[in-house]
């Protein structure tokens, strides 16, 4: 596996990893899931903006469970990404360039990705402790009403990802059910 520094990433290396890479990132992401981006679409189209700057960032859909004493979060697994689908192509429009779910996506979301040359990668459901071991600062930075839904600002070390659709917009999803369906 590959180990990339989300401060590091440029455009030409993001255009370098394809359906079904490996990676570890270690940087900075976000956490938003539905009501978050619900949140952003909706601040977005009043004018208010977006509560972070998100040219260049990464979006993990999650919602963490509470830390346990002495922990920097809890479990912390990835959820289904197509929920967000409605407003994932202004985002990327708006400078996002990475998100992390799981689950497919839609056309929309797809053309969007190939156009602003981003990545959709993949965290493994259901290893939300693990994925927990990976994260070692987690601040609410925005919507704190939402509870677990609110938006964290996570510093990650060696967070395990596939990408699950690059900028030609090779899905591996569909790549690996037409190797299976061959077998």
């Given amino acids: 596996m590959e180990k990339l520094n989300l401060k590091e990433i440029d455009e030409k290396k993001i255009t370098s990893l394809k359906a079904g890479d490996?990676?570890?990132?270690?940087?900075?992401?976000?956490?938003?899931?539905?009501?978050?981006?619900?949140?952003?679409?909706?601040?977005?189209?009043?004018?208010?903006?977006?509560?972070?700057?998100i040219k260049g960032q990464a979006i993990y859909y999650a919602g963490p469970c509470p830390?346990?004493?002495?922990?920097?979060?809890?479990?912390?697994?990835?959820?289904?990404?197509?929920?967000?689908?409605?407003?994932?192509p202004l985002l990327l429009k708006n400078g996002l360039k990475f998100m992390i779910g799981k689950g497919g996506r839609n056309d929309a979301v797809k053309a969007a990705v190939v156009e602003n040359k981003c990545l959709y990668l993949g965290a493994a459901g259901g290893c939300g402790a693990?994925?927990?071991d990976c994260i070692k600062k987690s601040e609410v930075i925005a919507y704190p009403d939402l509870g677990t839904e609110a938006i964290r600002r996570l510093e990650v070390v060696d967070f395990p990802c596939t990408v699950l659709l690059d900028t030609d917009g090779t899905d591996f999803y569909e790549v690996s059910q037409k190797r299976y369906r061959k077998i």
């Fill in 22 to 53: 490996t990676i570890l990132l270690s940087g900075i992401i976000y956490t938003a899931r539905d009501a978050a981006h619900k949140r952003m679409y909706e601040d977005y189209k009043s004018g208010k903006g977006f509560p972070f700057d």
């Fill in 67 to 88: 830390a346990k004493p002495g922990e920097v979060i809890g479990s912390c697994g990835p959820t289904t990404a197509g929920r967000m689908d409605d407003v994932t």
């Fill in 130 to 132: 693990l994925i927990a």
